[in-house]
């Protein structure tokens, strides 16, 4: 997968000198696991929950969230410390 950046920046899946990749998932959905009470480590982990991909473009910091077919982008608007 390839995305330019809002910021002309070209970020390559798998190739890391222009962005950062990162991935998650909502604490909601891991906390209903839990409490579904897995009984091996391998059910744990066979059950947890999808995992989002998000990209930090290393040239302007935006970060791109991969959803379901689209792209959402943000990017830093303020610090709330100062
Ligand atoms: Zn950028």
Request: proline share 2%.
């Amino acid at each position: 997968m390839k995305v330019r950046c809002i910021c002309g920046n070209l970020m390559v899946e798998e190739d890391l000198k222009n962005h950062e990749e990162y991935s998650g998932y909502k604490d909601a959905d891991y906390f209903d696991l839990l409490e579904s009470n897995p009984s091996t480590v391998q059910e744990l982990v066979d059950r947890m929950p999808r995992t989002e991909l998000y990209w930090e473009c290393k040239s302007c910091n935006r970060i791109l969230f991969f959803k379901k077919g689209k792209i959402e982008v943000y990017l830093f608007e303020k610090d709330i410390n100062d």
